[in-house]
């Protein structure tokens, strides 16, 4: 473990050298949403709505079509990002306390000269560390007219959630040393659940008739148990606190299904639309500042979310849509504009690439890999070709069963380690992953080779079923 001795060296460097050595690094802006699927962008090719700010991230910079959340779930994702670890070595599977003492990529670029700041959605109920200045959301956080927490204490800003952070955000770096780079996390609480736009953005898509995803009627056949007892369903789980109100008496079956995907679906592209005008108002200041030439940029969601697709809403699941990242990246002068990576990223590759980007010596103990090569159009001839899922939650919130699995560049294994159920797809013939192909005897040295390849994955790294037990799983009560 390297870590800690790293940590500490940065520390103790002589603090004016760090500066000076840090003054021509580029300045980082992490820009991350809560559950915004990549399908809901217009640059991944969305038929539901438009977003011409995270449009222009793409154009002038790169379009990653594959980064996956390892575990796809609001605060283990977080803490898979700030320290570039899997969840059973991170210490936060689920909704528990992230212990702030533990290394994080904040603290590494804080040590090392960058002015740190963290704003919006932590979720994570431990106070952040390794931060110049913070200002976050208590738990999930409201709307409108929200409570924040700071070092100071409380405070309630009057407003819309979206606009607040990204003003929070704007007032940081206008207050920033001028004589230091800065890392900023903006962190959006939209489009999280219950969906809650304001005036403007809601009037935008009141009247829309937002096209069905093709697997809105999804009927699981050949899949196993989990999909069918989980609890995340547009029809059956979906409530009057989400469609802002009862449905028409009269609707029943396909038709209700129908009514209450049209409202889900008009609420939460309106708040999605909320957050592309305010990546707008970042890019903007960044420009008026002259910033952006020396700025890396990322937009990204902490994972991706079903937007009807096999019926569901919510995340969790290792199908695609619900680990998938949108990830969109500019940086001037090294990514090419209008490039599109297609290699596959994680998001514990994160916090290596922030190391990399600020010209600091990536940690032995972190587990992803730095994405500055594929960021300069170079894919190493030993990029992943695999990697490795685990989600815990189970029972959880919505009944999903604990799993975890193997994805590829054209397969995917899951299995249900608390029902001892497997799937398995084939993602070149059926990327929507409809056709469940375990007990097809044609597919058993596909089975095989998968098997072998996940308990590699698991031995490389270090997961020994960690908290597989749920008894044994650390407090999942989130900070209020």
Aim: aromatic content about 12%.
């Amino acid at each position: 473990m390297r870590s800690l001795p790293f940590l500490t060296t940065l520390l103790l460097a002589p603090l004016a050298a760090l500066q000076a050595a840090a003054a021509k690094r580029p300045n980082i802006l992490y820009i991350m949403s809560d559950d915004h699927a990549a399908h809901a962008i217009s640059a991944y090719g969305s038929r539901l709505n438009q977003t011409p700010n995270l449009d222009r991230l793409a154009k002038e910079g790169m379009r990653f079509d594959r980064v996956f959340a390892v575990n796809s779930i609001c605060t283990p994702s977080r803490a898979c990002i700030l320290t570039g670890k899997y969840s059973h070595l991170n210490g936060v599977p689920v909704f528990n306390r992230f212990d702030g003492s533990q290394p994080t990529v904040a603290k590494y670029l804080q040590a090392a000269g960058y002015h740190t700041g963290m704003f919006g959605k932590w979720h994570l109920e431990s106070d952040p560390t390794g931060f110049d200045k913070w200002t976050i959301l208590p738990g999930q956080g409201d709307y409108f007219n929200p409570a924040f927490l700071e070092a100071g204490g409380r405070r309630v800003i009057t407003g819309y959630v979206t606009d607040i952070i990204t003003d929070l955000s704007i007032e940081f770096l206008k207050n920033r040393p001028p004589d230091q780079p800065f890392f900023l996390m903006c962190h959006h609480k939209a489009p999280h659940r219950n969906w809650q736009p304001d005036a403007k953005h809601r009037a935008m898509f009141a009247n829309k008739e937002i096209p069905e995803p093709a697997t809105l009627f999804d009927e699981y056949a050949g899949r196993t148990d989990a999909i069918r007892e989980c609890t995340q369903k547009v029809l059956e789980n979906l409530g009057s606190n989400d469609t802002k109100g009862p449905p028409p008496a009269a609707l029943l079956g396909d038709a209700l299904k129908r009514w209450k995907y049209q409202r889900y679906m008009q609420d939460y592209l309106a708040c999605v639309q909320s957050v592309d005008d305010n990546v707008g108002r970042l890019l903007d200041y960044l420009a008026q500042a002259g910033l952006a030439e020396n700025t890396l940029v990322i937009y990204t969601s902490d994972q991706g979310f079903f937007l009807g697709d096999h019926g569901l809403y919510d995340k969790r699941f290792m199908y695609e849509e619900s680990i998938r990242m949108p990830f969109l990246v500019r940086w001037p002068g090294t990514v090419k504009p209008g490039s599109v990576q297609s290699a596959m990223g994680i998001n514990v590759d994160f916090a290596p690439t922030f190391m990399e980007v600020a010209g600091l010596p990536v940690p032995a103990d972190m587990q992803g890999r730095s994405l500055v090569p594929l960021l300069k159009g170079e894919r190493p001839a030993d990029w992943r070709t695999s990697w490795y899922y685990r989600y815990y939650h189970d029972p959880g919130d919505h009944n999903t069963r604990a799993h975890y699995g193997v994805r590829t560049e054209t397969h995917k294994l899951i299995y249900f380690w608390t029902k001892d159920q497997w799937e398995l797809y084939d993602l070149v013939k059926d990327p929507a992953e409809l056709h469940n192909l375990y007990q097809d005897p044609a597919q058993a040295d596909t089975v095989a080779k998968l098997k072998a390849e996940l308990q590699r994955l698991k031995k490389e790294l270090k997961d020994d079923d960690q908290f597989a037990d749920q008894s044994e799983l650390p407090s999942k009560k989130p900070r209020q």
